[in-house]
């Protein structure tokens, strides 16, 4: 069980910690804490998408791209 946790579970919140600014939340209160945490994991999510369904650097782009 410990290693099946060690694949899946410690990498993802590994990257967390040190990528995307979770050493220490600056929010007061569990549902602070719980918005910050559903924020990163979201953008943790989105970067993982966009890397598997895009093939290229300038087609990430296009698809971040915002119509004014």
């Not at 050493?23 to 990163?40: E, T, Y």
């Amino acid at each position: 069980m410990k290693r099946l946790r060690q694949r899946t579970v410690e990498p993802v919140l590994c990257s967390l910690v040190e990528y995307n600014g979770l050493r220490k939340i600056n929010v007061r209160g569990k549902a602070g804490a719980h918005k910050v945490m559903l924020m990163a994991a979201t953008a943790f999510n989105l970067k993982k998408y966009m890397k598997f369904t895009t093939k290229s650097t300038l087609s990430q782009a296009i698809a971040l791209r915002v119509e004014w």
